[in-house]
């Protein structure tokens, strides 16, 4: 294999410059030319391909984002779309692609295999919903933003005898929030795999109250059915029952941006130097991920449409760990 290109896809997460670099390293290493695509699959429909020396990659190590930029495209998902990425493909003499991103990127790479596409996935997700790796590059650095949230927020916390609420990202997936909840030292974590009733969430801090606590958190997932915003407003009109005063911080997007930690920058090389490794042994279809500490080999087929499920004895332990 001589020539192959590289995307990235969905939302951004950081470490995604990382594989970058290490798909690129290690495919010139093997003697292959590396091609980076533009803008995610709005890209490669497009033809928008650079060429990628060694060069090319340095200084991006330690930078958020991804220099190709990534996009979400809505053409990629019919059979026309997805017929001109690959006559792109073809047009350019490139022999396979490796595809970074979440569940839906791999959906499209899985559907590009389909088509007799060469393609290897590897699993970059802040949301860590991603079957067939125990993590995903970009967890680790969201998880670490939203404590260094969290831990600012204590303190304001404390000063005022307040519950702080801090609702962080991960789409349906309660792992960012149930994590940095135990490691923030949260009263209650709320996620959509195991969703508590506002009345509750009162029960846990007026409780928290009543011990004498001078502060409480409660750390949200955004796509927990009470979200911050369902619970503001169901606390607006009844402050006395959590004894706190009570203030809200959306993270957002600021969990996005951060330069990756040192994790998710092992991670990124291990994992991108793996999907080209793949390559070379003639793997084709698969998704590129850890179990335990190896590298493993996951057909695209077997995680495409699933969600990993969340290990909710950690739930079990966030609530010890409140009382
Ligand atoms: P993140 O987890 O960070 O959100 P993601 O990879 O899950 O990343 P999506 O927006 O779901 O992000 O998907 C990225 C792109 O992948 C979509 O814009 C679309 O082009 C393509 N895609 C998603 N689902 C499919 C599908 N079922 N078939 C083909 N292509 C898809």
Same mark, same amino acid.
């Given at each position: 294999?001589?020539?192959?290109?590289?995307?990235?896809?969905?939302?951004?997460?950081?470490?995604?410059?990382?594989?970058?670099?290490?798909?690129?390293?290690?495919?010139?290493?093997?003697?292959?030319?590396?091609?980076?695509?533009? +803008?995610?699959?709005?890209?490669?429909?497009?033809?928008? @391909?650079?060429?990628?020396?060694? /060069?090319?990659?340095?200084?991006?190590?330690?930078?958020?984002?991804?220099?190709?930029?990534?996009?979400?495209?809505?053409?990629?998902?019919?059979?026309?779309?997805? +017929?001109?990425?690959?006559?792109?493909?073809?047009?350019?003499?490139?022999?396979?692609?490796?595809?970074?991103?979440?569940?839906?990127?791999?959906?499209?790479?899985?559907?590009?295999?389909?088509?007799?596409?060469?393609?290897?996935?590897?699993?970059?997700?802040?949301?860590?919903?991603?079957?067939?790796?125990?993590?995903?590059?970009?967890?680790?650095?969201?998880?670490?933003?939203?404590?260094?949230?969290?831990?600012?927020?204590?303190?304001?916390?404390?000063?005022?005898? /307040?519950? @702080?609420?801090?609702? *962080?990202?991960? /789409?349906?997936?309660?792992? *960012?929030?149930?994590?940095?909840?135990?490691?923030?030292?949260?009263?209650?974590?709320?996620?959509?795999?195991?969703?508590?009733?506002?009345?509750?969430?009162?029960?846990?801090?007026?409780?928290?109250?009543?011990?004498?606590?001078?502060?409480?958190?409660?750390?949200?997932?955004?796509?927990? +059915?009470?979200?911050?915003?369902?619970?503001?407003?169901? @606390?607006?009109?009844?402050?006395?029952?959590?004894?706190?005063?009570?203030?809200?911080?959306?993270?957002?997007?600021?969990?996005?941006?951060?330069?990756?930690?040192?994790?998710?920058?092992?991670?990124?090389? /291990?994992?991108?130097?793996?999907?080209?490794?793949?390559?070379?042994?003639?793997?084709?279809?698969?998704?590129?991920?850890?179990?335990?500490?190896?590298?493993?080999?996951?057909?695209?087929?077997?995680?495409?449409?699933?969600?990993?499920?969340?290990?909710?004895?950690?739930?079990?332990?966030?609530?010890?760990?409140?009382?």
């Amino acid at each position: 294999m001589k020539k192959i290109a590289v995307l990235t896809s969905g939302g951004d997460a950081p470490g995604m410059n990382a594989a970058i670099r290490a798909i690129v390293r290690t495919g010139i290493d093997a003697g292959m030319d590396v091609y980076g695509v533009r +803008q995610g699959y709005a890209g490669l429909i497009a033809g928008d @391909f650079v060429y990628l020396s060694r /060069r090319d990659v340095g200084g991006i190590m330690h930078t958020g984002g991804t220099m190709l930029g990534s996009a979400r495209c809505d053409e990629f998902r019919t059979l026309e779309g997805r +017929q001109k990425a690959i006559d792109a493909l073809c047009k350019q003499g490139i022999e396979a692609l490796v595809v970074i991103g979440g569940n839906g990127s791999q959906a499209g790479a899985y559907d590009l295999w389909q088509m007799g596409y060469p393609v290897v996935g590897v699993a970059s997700t802040i949301d860590n919903d991603l079957e067939g790796s125990d993590v995903t590059i970009g967890v680790d650095t969201a998880i670490n933003v939203a404590l260094e949230a969290i831990d600012r927020l204590k303190v304001t916390a404390a000063s005022h005898r /307040r519950a @702080f609420l801090v609702e *962080v990202m991960g /789409r349906k997936c309660g792992y *960012v929030a149930l994590v940095s909840g135990i490691a923030g030292g949260a009263e209650v974590v709320v996620i959509s795999e195991r969703e508590v009733a506002p009345e509750e969430v009162a029960r846990e801090l007026r409780a928290a109250y009543e011990r004498g606590k001078n502060h409480a958190l409660v750390v949200v997932a955004e796509g927990a +059915q009470n979200n911050a915003q369902k619970l503001i407003q169901h @606390f607006e009109a009844d402050e006395g029952a959590i004894g706190f005063g009570l203030r809200a911080t959306i993270l957002g997007h600021v969990q996005r941006g951060a330069n990756p930690t040192s994790a998710d920058r092992l991670l990124a090389t /291990r994992l991108g130097h793996g999907a080209v490794r793949a390559l070379a042994r003639g793997e084709r279809g698969v998704l590129i991920g850890l179990r335990g500490d190896h590298l493993a080999s996951t057909p695209l087929g077997e995680i495409v449409g699933r969600q990993k499920p969340l290990d909710l004895s950690l739930f079990e332990l966030a609530r010890i760990m409140a009382q």
